[in-house]
C-alpha cells in the first residue's frame, strides 16, 4: 500500500525526520545517514524507494529535510548494492552483447566482473535454483 498525505504514520516519521535534522543531528540520506537498520533510517529508505509514487505534498515535505529526487535515487543504490550491480550488467550487456567478462572488468567505475565472477561462484556452489531448472525446459 502506497503512503498517502493523510498517512499518519508516514506524518509521525516526517516529523520525526524534521526534529532530527533542527536538532542538528547527522542527516546525509544519500549516505545512509541514519543507518537503514534504525527507524529513523529505515523510513527514510522507504520515502526514498517509494518517492516517484508519493504525493507533490509529500514530495515537498521531503525536500525540506534534503530528500529530492536524486538523493532517493542515490540512497536507493548504496541501500541495494544489488540493484547498481544488476543495473550495470544490464547497461554492459545492452553495450556489448553478453556478460562473458574477465574478472578485471570495471564498467563505469563499478567492479562488474568481480561483482559476475562471484554470482557465478555462488551458483556453482549451491547448484542450480527453482528457477534456473525452469528455464532449461
Not at 72 to 92: D, L, S
Amino acid at each position: 500500500m502506497e503512503p498517502t498525505l493523510g498517512d499518519t504514520a508516514w506524518q509521525r516519521n516526517d516529523h520525526g525526520a524534521c526534529a532530527h535534522v533542527e536538532a542538528g543531528k547527522p542527516f546525509d540520506p544519500a549516505a545512509l545517514i541514519p543507518s537503514p537498520a534504525i527507524t529513523l533510517g529505515a523510513w527514510a529508505t522507504r520515502a526514498c524507494l517509494t518517492y516517484h509514487r508519493l504525493h507533490p505534498d509529500q514530495q515537498h515535505l521531503l525536500a525540506l529535510i534534503g530528500i529530492t529526487a536524486e538523493v532517493a535515487h542515490a540512497r536507493t543504490r548504496r541501500a541495494h548494492p544489488w540493484r547498481t550491480a544488476v543495473e550495470h550488467a544490464h547497461a554492459y550487456a545492452a553495450e556489448h552483447g553478453h556478460l562473458a567478462v574477465p574478472r578485471d572488468t570495471v564498467h563505469d567505475g563499478y567492479p562488474l566482473g568481480h561483482w559476475l565472477n562471484k554470482q557465478r561462484y555462488r551458483a556453482k556452489k549451491t547448484g542450480p535454483t527453482r528457477d534456473d531448472a525452469q528455464l532449461a525446459r
